[in-house]
């Protein structure tokens, strides 16, 4: 599966940002999907994942109650709603999917490109 993130930019504290990633193929609905996110100069990092049928969600502990992901399979699109965003969440952000589930990111086989979040305070 092919994706390809969208949503990012420049973001005051407090406000609020939804993250999209388009997926091609025709198995989207059978992989697990996944946000990690990288910020200058420090490893990636897990962010949030949902199962295939979108039963299951885990999160980081820094995002929990702050963002929210979900997924559209009739439309091959997973999101990432953030709000209450801190200047701490400014990262590229990636989608992911894959056939395992967890916070690994050894878990996901297939990675979108990124899309950059800015947080200013």
């Known amino acids: 599966v092919q994706l390809q993130a969208s949503g990012g930019g420049l973001v005051q504290a407090g406000g609020s940002l939804r993250l999209s990633c388009a997926a091609s193929g025709r198995t989207f609905s059978s992989y697990q999907l996944a946000w990690f996110r990288q910020a200058p100069g420090k490893e990636r990092e897990f962010v949030a994942a949902?199962?295939?049928?979108?039963?299951?969600?885990i999160y980081a502990d820094s995002v929990k109650g702050r963002f929210t992901i979900s997924r559209d399979n009739a439309k091959n699109t997973v999101y990432l709603q953030m709000s209450r965003l801190t200047p701490e969440d400014t990262a590229i952000y990636y989608c992911?999917?894959?056939?395992?589930?967890?916070?690994?990111?050894?878990?996901?086989?297939?990675w979108g490109q990124g899309t950059l979040v800015t947080v200013s305070s």
């Open positions: 992911a999917a894959g056939s395992q589930w967890g916070r690994s990111p050894s878990n996901y086989t297939s």
């Open positions: 949902i199962n295939w049928s979108a039963t299951s969600t």
